[in-house]
Structure formats: structure tokens, C-alpha cells
């Protein structure tokens, strides 16, 4: 079947299989590799991507729901070579080691950031405890969403003033 | 000589950075890569014709295969290779030997002895059909009887696993002893006070977040062999395929590239990995292998499963004279423990702890069950997870029964500063150490006295409340040669750096990240040593052609092993661009004064030349001392003369929600001592996601068994790791002991963590089930467990 939804901000058009994995449509298809694939069962959210905004696990997802809505991965955080301020978060404190379930981390973060631009320490555990990291233990990732938040909220307050 | 130094204060990290020529908190060079989404790992890895090869697995524990019927997955159009145990073993690759000198099949030939073991594997053209096709195979299974619970695997009736052994009549791997026996009950016979108590480590998973795979792709004319794989320790997996494959080791390339977390699972080689190399040479493209989840957690290597007996004699005052156990290690069906040769049961020995005693015995016996191979993995230091856990398990029990504070009991019993280096009752040569310090720490950090006041008020008031200590002695960075090896190779490491014309520089390391942070500490170390900037350093490594032969990242063992072949290869560097430096300020050798990143005359700093000049000169057109060959390189192989001891103070808080039983984990307070650090940033980083698998494996994870040998913890469902919900805002602290044999007084510390938690945490909930007159309980202590517990009935988990 032909499938048509917008990655990143481009239009893609392919041929699937109906039961194609988004996350296995996007990486093996579209070569989007930074979507990575963990558990099978929605558990890990390493293959988190945005659809229209919202986080969703990719490997739950067929390719053919995607068709028609946009989705963000990783690899369209940074735009015009500027990096998110979440991702410059997560350099700064530390909120990676393997760097294997960070995309699926940072786009949650992205999304979450969009909506609450100040959230606690509560809010963000609550927002990424879908996810798992084996490598962090949290702390880190918390601080680092923090570190973005904190970011944001200056640059928004020196564009008002 | 020990330095303290309070935690950081995470507003300060997320300042500014000043970029350190040298240790220091320095961003990582990996994460550029890594935040973009443009990592490098085993699956993101296409080929032109790749082929995609999926595993039949076995859905019995024990069954004689009496037929395999392939013709209908062979006949799916997008299938080009089926392959049963059969077929290898007409090659005779149908058994491999595992890093315990013991084998292991590839794929079943003759029966299945555990659940989800490797019977046939189906090479399609992509991996839905591959995974289609597993759905045609029919086998026919004969079913035996399982052997699954440990205490009965001995039994004179029980059934034989390993009949493919020559003459094999039980279930008996190995015993091991250690200490002084005689000496250890004549204590015991002494003492005013005994306690006894089993402990029981449960089988545990590392579930690192990227899966095992691997792509094996043979160039069909030179016969040359190119392996990207999930590796831990590349070089010592190219050695192996050598002997056991018969391949020319110059022909195989091993390729770790990015890898999404080890903790131990990534050190063997597994039959899948053999599956797609033999598909490769067989079909003459590359083929692609990728675990998913469940047969990562059912079939790759699991970590501890120890029923321990442990006891500890002591006087009535509190000072511990001796502790002795006795074990019963389960090592699943074929022994496929990574650990040094001479070294069964790993690094056991040090169940000493971090005490003063006269004496220590204990025995182990090892036997098969029908489960899954492994025993060494989940960052447990060789054993010494289950060593720490069971000592300081025993020592609440003590401190339980003495009515003493289990804080008091320790700092009573701690071997003192003047003691180091320290030999305990089992040889184990503890470096360095300054124990008090640390422990003082933790308890100032915790608010210690504070938080026994709160207690008792709450257990005025019936609310549950727990306070548990845990003090870890780590032994890490495997190992002198002369008694250390694994399958024969010993555990050295070789480092190789150069010094480019214009004084950027190379180095090669045999060890290999799987987030640790090796590109970026290791050009910190050559940093320090030679004063060129770290992000001047290129950090080459998990490649076998391109790196020096080394055993690999796991144990702990990057810095203190090739962390030590860094700085000792680029000290050795120096020493020739002394000499150079000498011919270009004419003066001898031994005017000339190194700091960082220059030698100077002696007494008058104005004429000196940096690392850079003398760089350009080694390859430059003007004269060299004379004998001197010109480049500036060098490469060394590391033997280290003595493990490093690491050691640790935690305390754990905890909360039970006395009418669900729930757990929540308050606050966790972790002082670590690892030397000199490199890095505090990346260490802090470390011990963080150790403390979070200490939560998982003491409150919620342990990979079951029904009484069939069904693996009850196929899926991240079933099998549970910590969120961000569950654990705390770590507080951590530190003090700095160096080791005195390591080259810049550094010890490792990937795995203290997840050493010392799951002691505080247990400790922790028992202390707060103390009105109910609990002294021990086993992990996982999930609601049902402690609520089980909490009614008189806590059983244990197997």
C-alpha cells in the first residue's frame, strides 16, 4: 500500500507492507537510524517519535496510521544548524551515556516542554516514565530537561523585553 | 592519604564549562553524535544485499528433538537459507566452547536444555519474512524431565542435562573453596554470638536498552571476515572465532561499533552470532542479526542466582571475628560464565567485606539446570555483587540481633587506614583504603541521628520507615596475567598513541565503550600526561584492526587496566619528546622541566618548547639528537601487578505504605571512593545508573522459572527496570584515596553502584519491617513480597 505523511518537515511517499512498524519504516525505509528499536512491548520508549506533537511509541504503531500527519524524530530536532535547547541540555548534564534511548527521550522532553514550559522535577519524572534508561538513572535526564527549560524561559523573557 | 569533597551542586554543573588539559569535568566528545541521532549502532548498519537471519527457538526446558521438517519455510519465496543443528554439525560447528572452557550449542543437535535455546535459524530477505518463515519450521520434540529448582539438581535421580558430556552421571559442574576452614570454626566454636541466615540472590538480567546482534559479512574471494557486533571485548571475541572456528585471525575483523549499554550481557559469544557468520560464509552475503527483546532477556547471558548460607560470629560487644557461607551457584545449562579461569566463582572471595576478621571460609558447589546459560553480568565486579550483598545482609542481621545500630556496627568493625595494604583471610590485597571518612560522610550527608529520630516518632505513630547502610569493597580491574586469563588470553591491555606533526594526536585503545565515556577520558588521560587539549585527541577503539589486542570493558577494568596502558604509553611518548626537546634548546636531558604541555630549561622559562613544536620536529626536516628515529609514537601492553579496590558508604530511605505494602524510596545517599578521577562528571554518571539497577534488582526484577522451566520474564512486562518514578534524586559524595600501584592513582568504578545498593536498599526495607520482628527477607521485594512478609509469610523466591 502507499503511505504519504510528512518526516521532519519533508513529504515522503512509500510503498508498505500493511503491517510495516513505523519505527521499522522509518528507520529501515527512510534511514532514520536515530529512531531506535528496544523492547517489542511499548515498555522502553526508545522509539518514541512525535506525531502532530505528541509523543508515541513507534514500534506499536503501523507505518499506515502515520499516513497523513506530521512526525518529528530525532534527527529533526536541530533546525538550520542550531540545536535544540534540549538537546543542548542533555550535553550539559550529562543526560546520556550509550545515547541509546536518548532520542526517544529528548522528543518526549520536546514535547513536554512545548506544553509546560516550567515544569517540576514531578512533572518531568511523570512526563519520561514511560521510557527507560539503563544507563542514567534519571537524575541527570531530569536536570538536563530542567537545564532546557531554564534555557528557554531566558530567551523568551530577553524577546518580550 | 584521603581527600574529601562534598557532592556537587548540580546548579554549578550545568554552569559554564571551563575546558580542563586534563582531568576535570569536561563535556563528552561522543554526545555531538549522539543527541543528532547519528550514533552508529549494530542494527543502524545496512549493506548492499544484506540478509536478515532470525532463530527458531525451542518452546520446551528439556526434550529430545526427534525431527525438524524445514521444507516449508525453505519453500517461502523470500527465504534463502534454512539451517538446523544438523547442518552445523556436519561442518562441525554445531557446539562452541563457552569462556568457562565449558561448550554450549549453536544449535540443538540432539536435545533442548533450556526454554528458547537455538534450534534452526531462517536467512530471508528481509526480517518480517525471516521471522515468518520460523513460523513453517516444524519440529517434533520428545519432552524429559527439567531440572529447575537448584537445591534438587544434584539429586541422585534427577536428570542428566549434560549426556552430550563423555561420561557425565549428575548435574555437577564444579566445587570451590576459599579460606581457612579449620581456623574459621575454631572461631566460630568461640564466639558469643552466631547468626546464620540464607541469602538468595536471584537471577537477574542486565536488559541493556539496544538488544544483541551483530552483521557478519565474508568477501567470498579473500575470505575475509568483517563482524560489526554488540562487544564488550572485540579483540578477545576475534581470538576466539580463531580457534573455534579455525579462521585465520588475520582474516577477522570485529567491529564494536556505538553499543547501547552492556553492564555484562555484551562480553559473550552467543550462537546467534556464530548463526550469522556462518550464513555469510555459506550464502556469501552479509547477513544481519538482531535480537528482540524476549530472546534477549530469555536466552542471553543472566546475572547471579546464589543461594547463599551465610553466617558471621562476633562478640557480644559487636566486633565481628569471622564470616563463612556456603553456596549453591546455579549456572544454567551449559557454564557459561565469563570470568579469569582460575577464578570460578569470580571475585567471591572478597566476602570478607570491608572488615577486620580473623578469619573467613566458603565453599560453593556449581550444578546445571535447565535454563539459560550465563552466571557473570549486570555490573557485578565477577561475583562481587553477590559478595557484598551477602556480607552486608549478614551484617543487619547481626547488628539485628545484638540491638546494636547498624551504622555503629560497622564503623566498630572497619579495617583502619594503618591496616593498608591489607590482606584479608581469603588473599585478596585490598590496595588502599580509608573507610571511616567516607562512611562519616554518608551518614553527615544523610543527617543520619536525624533520621533515627524520625523513625522512631513515625514507628510511634505505626508508619514504616526504614534507614539501610550498606559499606561496599570493590576489586576491580582484572587482572595480573600471571593469574588471570580468560580462555587462555591474559588480561592485559595494550594502548597505542601518536603524535601527528602538528601535535594532534591519536590514540588506540582495546577497550571499548558501551557508554562510559571512553572518547572522552581516555583523551583526558592523555591530556593530563602530555598537555595536548583533549578535543585534540582522537580516541580510536572496539575495532580490531585498527586498535592493539586487549581482553575488552567489563569487570570494571578500562581504567585501572588500559586507563594505566594510557598513561603509561604516553608518558613514554614524553620521554622522547624530552630527548627531542633537549637537541632543539641545546641542553642536556636532564635540564629540561616538564609542565603541562612544554619542557623548559631549568631556571630560566623563557626558552622552552611545547608538546606542538616538538611534535613538528619528530617529522620535520632539521637534525634529531643523534641515534633518535625520527616520529613520535609509541604503544605499550599493560600488566597490572594488583587489582584496585574501590569502596563505597550508602544509605538508603525508604517508606512502606503499611496498607499496600507499596515501597518508595525516599532518598539514597552514595559516597564512592575511586581514586583519582578523571572525570567527576562521568563518574557521577556511573555510580547514578548503578544506584538505579540497585533499586530494580532489589524491589522489582528477577527473571522466574515455573516449575516446566517456562521463563516467566520474557518481556520488559514481566521483567521490570526502573523509571524515573521509581528512584530518587541520588545525593552523592566522595572521597579520593588513590590506588598506590595504578600510574595516576585511579581505580575503577562502573560497577560500584550497582555493588553496593542492592545491600542499603534491602537493609533499608527490612529496617523499616523491624516491628514486625523481620530480620531478613529476600529480593525482589515487590508489594506482594514485602506485604507476604509483612503477614509472616514471606517465603523465599526460589
Known amino acids: 500500500m502507499q503511505v504519504n505523511m510528512t518526516v521532519n518537515g519533508q513529504e515522503v511517499s512509500e510503498e508498505i507492507e500493511p503491517r510495516h512498524l513505523l519505527v521499522h519504516f522509518i528507520r529501515d525505509q527512510l534511514g532514520l537510524t536515530g529512531t531506535h528499536w528496544g523492547c517489542d512491548t511499548s515498555n522502553c520508549g526508545t522509539c518514541v517519535v512525535l506525531i502532530d506533537g505528541e509523543p508515541v511509541k513507534s514500534c506499536s504503531t503501523l507505518a499506515a496510521m502515520a499516513g497523513g500527519h506530521q512526525i518529528t524524530t530525532v534527527e529533526g530536532l536541530e533546525v538550520d544548524g542550531e540545536l535544540d535547547p534540549v538537546q543542548e541540555g542533555f550535553m550539559n548534564c550529562h543526560g546520556l551515556q550509550c545515547g541509546f534511548c536518548t532520542p526517544g527521550m529528548m522528543l518526549t522532553a520536546r514535547a513536554l516542554l512545548n506544553k509546560n514550559p516550567d515544569p517540576s522535577e514531578a512533572v518531568i519524572r511523570e512526563a519520561i516514565s514511560g521510557q527507560i534508561c539503563r544507563c542514567t538513572g534519571y537524575s541527570t535526564i531530569v536536570r538536563s530537561i530542567h537545564w532546557a527549560a531554564n534555557k528557554e524561559t531566558k530567551v523568551s523573557l530577553g524577546s518580550a523585553s | 592519604m584521603t581527600t574529601t569533597e562534598p557532592a556537587p551542586n548540580p546548579a554549578e554543573e550545568a554552569a559554564e564549562e571551563e575546558r580542563p588539559i586534563g582531568f576535570g569535568r569536561l563535556l563528552r566528545k561522543e554526545d555531538p553524535r549522539l543527541i543528532r541521532g547519528m550514533g552508529n549502532f549494530v542494527d543502524d548498519i545496512q549493506l548492499k544485499g544484506m540478509l536478515h537471519l532470525a532463530i527458531l527457538r525451542s518452546p520446551m526446558a528439556h526434550a529430545r528433538i526427534v525431527s525438524i521438517d524445514v521444507s516449508a519455510a525453505q519453500a517461502h519465496p523470500k527465504v534463502v537459507a534454512v539451517i538446523t543443528g544438523a547442518d552445523l554439525a556436519e561442518q562441525g560447528l554445531a557446539w562452541m566452547p563457552t569462556l568457562s572452557n565449558d561448550t554450549q550449542a549453536v544449535l540443538a543437535t540432539d536435545k533442548v536444555r533450556f526454554q528458547h535455546q537455538e534450534v534452526a535459524f531462517v536467512v530471508a530477505e528481509d526480517r518480517y519474512s525471516a521471522r515468518d518463515a520460523l513460523e513453517l519450521i516444524d519440529v517434533e520434540y520428545e519432552l524429559l524431565s527439567p531440572v529447575i529448582n537448584v537445591r534438587k539438581a544434584l539429586d541422585p535421580d534427577a536428570p542428566i542435562i549434560r549426556d552430550d558430556l563423555e561420561g557425565k552421571t549428575d548435574n555437577h559442574i564444579f566445587d570451590w573453596e576459599t579460606g581457612d576452614e579449620a581456623a574459621t570454626e575454631a572461631v566460630f566454636l568461640n564466639a558469643e554470638v552466631v547468626v546464620s541466615e540464607e541469602i538468595i540472590y536471584p537471577r537477574v538480567h542486565p536488559a541493556p536498552m539496544e538488544t544483541c546482534g551483530c552483521v557478519a559479512d565474508v568477501e567470498r574471494v579473500s575470505g575475509q571476515l568483517t563482524l560489526w557486533c554488540t562487544s564488550q571485548?572485540?579483540?578477545?571475541?576475534?581470538?576466539?572465532?580463531?580457534?573455534?572456528?579455525?579462521?585465520?585471525?588475520?582474516?577477522?575483523?570485529?567491529?564494536?561499533?556505538?553499543?547501547?549499554?552492556?553492564?555484562?550481557?555484551?562480553?559473550?559469544?552467543?550462537?546467534?552470532?556464530?548463526?550469522?557468520?556462518?550464513?555469510?560464509?555459506?550464502?556469501?552475503?552479509?547477513?544481519?542479526?538482531?535480537?528482540?527483546?524476549?530472546?534477549?532477556?530469555?536466552?542471553?547471558?543472566?546475572?547471579?542466582?546464589?543461594?547463599?548460607?551465610?553466617?558471621?560470629?562476633?562478640?557480644?560487644?559487636?566486633?565481628?571475628?569471622?564470616?563463612?557461607?556456603?553456596?549453591?551457584?546455579?549456572?544454567?545449562?551449559?557454564?557459561?560464565?565469563?570470568?579469569?579461569?582460575?577464578?570460578?566463582?569470580?571475585?567471591?572471595?572478597?566476602?570478607?567485606?570491608?572488615?577486620?576478621?580473623?578469619?573467613?571460609?566458603?565453599?560453593?558447589?556449581?550444578?546445571?539446570?535447565?535454563?539459560?546459560?550465563?552466571?557473570?553480568?549486570?555490573?557485578?565486579?565477577?561475583?562481587?555483587?553477590?559478595?557484598?550483598?551477602?556480607?552486608?545482609?549478614?551484617?543487619?542481621?547481626?547488628?539485628?540481633?545484638?540491638?546494636?545500630?547498624?551504622?555503629?556496627?560497622?564503623?566498630?568493625?572497619?579495617?583502619?587506614?594503618?591496616?593498608?595494604?591489607?590482606?584479608?583471610?581469603?588473599?585478596?590485597?585490598?590496595?588502599?583504603?580509608?573507610?571511616?571518612?567516607?562512611?562519616?560522610?554518608?551518614?553527615?550527608?544523610?543527617?543520619?541521628?536525624?533520621?533515627?529520630?524520625?523513625?522512631?516518632?513515625?514507628?510511634?505513630?505505626?508508619?514504616?520507615?526504614?534507614?539501610?547502610?550498606?559499606?561496599?569493597?570493590?576489586?576491580?580491574?582484572?587482572?595480573?596475567?600471571?593469574?588471570?586469563?580468560?580462555?587462555?588470553?591474559?588480561?592485559?591491555?595494550?594502548?597505542?598513541?601518536?603524535?601527528?606533526?602538528?601535535?594532534?594526536?591519536?590514540?588506540?585503545?582495546?577497550?571499548?565503550?558501551?557508554?562510559?565515556?571512553?572518547?572522552?577520558?581516555?583523551?583526558?588521560?592523555?591530556?593530563?600526561?602530555?598537555?595536548?587539549?583533549?578535543?585534540?585527541?582522537?580516541?580510536?577503539?572496539?575495532?580490531?584492526?585498527?586498535?592493539?589486542?586487549?581482553?575488552?570493558?567489563?569487570?570494571?577494568?578500562?581504567?585501572?587496566?588500559?586507563?594505566?596502558?594510557?598513561?603509561?604509553?604516553?608518558?613514554?611518548?614524553?620521554?622522547?619528546?624530552?630527548?627531542?626537546?633537549?637537541?632543539?634548546?641545546?641542553?642536556?636531558?636532564?635540564?629540561?622541566?616538564?609542565?603541562?604541555?612544554?619542557?623548559?630549561?631549568?631556571?630560566?622559562?623563557?626558552?622552552?618548547?611545547?608538546?606542538?613544536?616538538?611534535?613538528?620536529?619528530?617529522?620535520?626536516?632539521?637534525?634529531?639528537?643523534?641515534?633518535?628515529?625520527?616520529?613520535?609514537?609509541?604503544?605499550?601492553?599493560?600488566?597490572?601487578?594488583?587489582?584496585?579496590?574501590?569502596?563505597?558508604?550508602?544509605?538508603?530511605?525508604?517508606?512502606?505504605?503499611?496498607?499496600?505494602?507499596?515501597?518508595?524510596?525516599?532518598?539514597?545517599?552514595?559516597?564512592?571512593?575511586?581514586?583519582?578521577?578523571?572525570?567527576?562528571?562521568?563518574?557521577?554518571?556511573?555510580?547514578?545508573?548503578?544506584?538505579?539497577?540497585?533499586?530494580?534488582?532489589?524491589?522489582?526484577?528477577?527473571?522466574?522459572?515455573?516449575?516446566?522451566?517456562?521463563?516467566?520474564?520474557?518481556?520488559?512486562?514481566?521483567?521490570?527496570?526502573?523509571?524515573?518514578?521509581?528512584?530518587?534524586?541520588?545525593?552523592?559524595?566522595?572521597?579520593?584515596?588513590?590506588?598506590?600501584?595504578?600510574?595516576?592513582?585511579?581505580?575503577?568504578?562502573?560497577?560500584?553502584?550497582?555493588?553496593?545498593?542492592?545491600?542499603?536498599?534491602?537493609?533499608?526495607?527490612?529496617?523499616?519491617?523491624?516491628?514486625?520482628?523481620?530480620?531478613?527477607?529476600?529480593?525482589?521485594?515487590?508489594?506482594?513480597?514485602?506485604?507476604?512478609?509483612?503477614?509472616?509469610?514471606?517465603?523465599?523466591?526460589?
Open chain 2, 233 to 798: 571485548a572485540p579483540h578477545a571475541h576475534r581470538t576466539v572465532y580463531a580457534l573455534v572456528a579455525g579462521l585465520p585471525e588475520h582474516k577477522i575483523r570485529v567491529i564494536a561499533p556505538d553499543i547501547g549499554g552492556g553492564f555484562g550481557n555484551k562480553v559473550p559469544i552467543y550462537p546467534g552470532y556464530v548463526c550469522a557468520i556462518v550464513a555469510s560464509l555459506v550464502i556469501g552475503k552479509p547477513v544481519k542479526w538482531m535480537e528482540d527483546r524476549t530472546e534477549n532477556l530469555v536466552s542471553t547471558g543472566f546475572a547471579r542466582d546464589y543461594v547463599m548460607k551465610a553466617q558471621i560470629a562476633a562478640t557480644k560487644e559487636g566486633k565481628i571475628l569471622a564470616v563463612r557461607s556456603e553456596v549453591l551457584a546455579d549456572h544454567g545449562a551449559f557454564n557459561g560464565v565469563a570470568a579469569p579461569v582460575k577464578y570460578p566463582a569470580g571475585f567471591f572471595g572478597v566476602f570478607t567485606g570491608s572488615y577486620d576478621l580473623q578469619a573467613a571460609h566458603a565453599k560453593m558447589t556449581a550444578v546445571y539446570t535447565n535454563k539459560a546459560p550465563g552466571g557473570v553480568a549486570y555490573a557485578c565486579s565477577f561475583r562481587i555483587t553477590e559478595a557484598v550483598y551477602m556480607v552486608e545482609r549478614i551484617v543487619d542481621c547481626l547488628a539485628h540481633e545484638l540491638k546494636m545500630d547498624p551504622a555503629e556496627l560497622r564503623l566498630k568493625n572497619l579495617i583502619k587506614p594503618e591496616q593498608f595494604p591489607y590482606t584479608t583471610k581469603t588473599g585478596w590485597v585490598y590496595d588502599s583504603g580509608n573507610y571511616e571518612p567516607a562512611m562519616r560522610m554518608a551518614m553527615d550527608m544523610a543527617g543520619y541521628e536525624e533520621l533515627r529520630r524520625e523513625q522512631a516518632e513515625k514507628r510511634e505513630r505505626g508508619e514504616l520507615m526504614g534507614i539501610g547502610v550498606s559499606f561496599f569493597t570493590e576489586a576491580v580491574g582484572a587482572g595480573p596475567r600471571k593469574d588471570m586469563d580468560i580462555l587462555g588470553l591474559g588480561m592485559a591491555d595494550g594502548c597505542e598513541l601518536r603524535i601527528h606533526p602538528t601535535g594532534k594526536a591519536v590514540v588506540r585503545l582495546s577497550v571499548k565503550t558501551q557508554g562510559q565515556g571512553h572518547e572522552t577520558t581516555f583523551a583526558q588521560i592523555v591530556a593530563e600526561e602530555i598537555g595536548i587539549p583533549p578535543e585534540d585527541i582522537e580516541v580510536v577503539q572496539g575495532d580490531t584492526d585498527n586498535t592493539p589486542f586487549g581482553l575488552g570493558t567489563y569487570g570494571s577494568r578500562s581504567t585501572p587496566v588500559s586507563g594505566a596502558a594510557a598513561a603509561l604509553v604516553t608518558r613514554k611518548v614524553r620521554d622522547k619528546a624530552q630527548i627531542i626537546a633537549s637537541g632543539m634548546l641545546e641542553v642536556s636531558v636532564a635540564d629540561l622541566e616538564w609542565t603541562k604541555g612544554s619542557f623548559a630549561v631549568k631556571g630560566d622559562p623563557s626558552k622552552s618548547v611545547t608538546i606542538q613544536d616538538i611534535a613538528m620536529r619528530a617529522h620535520g626536516a632539521g637534525d634529531l639528537p643523534e641515534g633518535l628515529e625520527g616520529g613520535l609514537e609509541a604503544q605499550i601492553c599493560y600488566n597490572p601487578e594488583n587489582l584496585t579496590y574501590p569502596f563505597g558508604a550508602y544509605i538508603c530511605v525508604v517508606d512502606i505504605d503499611p496498607g499496600t505494602a507499596v515501597v518508595t524510596v525516599r532518598r539514597f545517599i552514595a559516597v564512592d571512593d575511586c581514586g583519582t578521577q578523571i572525570n567527576p562528571m562521568i563518574i557521577e554518571g556511573q555510580v547514578h545508573g548503578g544506584l538505579a539497577d540497585g533499586i530494580g534488582m532489589a524491589m522489582m526484577q528477577m527473571i522466574a522459572f515455573d516449575e516446566d522451566g517456562n521463563c516467566l520474564a520474557g518481556s520488559l512486562m514481566d521483567y521490570l527496570i526502573p523509571t524515573a518514578l521509581e528512584t530518587p534524586d541520588w545525593e552523592t559524595g566522595h572521597t579520593v584515596t588513590p590506588s598506590p600501584h595504578h600510574p595516576f592513582g585511579a581505580k575503577g568504578i562502573g560497577e560500584s553502584a550497582t555493588v553496593g545498593s542492592p545491600p542499603a536498599v534491602v537493609n533499608a526495607i527490612v529496617d523499616a519491617l523491624k516491628p514486625y520482628g523481620i530480620r531478613h527477607a529476600d529480593m525482589p521485594l515487590t508489594p506482594s513480597r514485602v506485604w507476604e512478609t509483612m503477614q509472616g509469610n514471606h517465603t523465599p523466591p526460589i
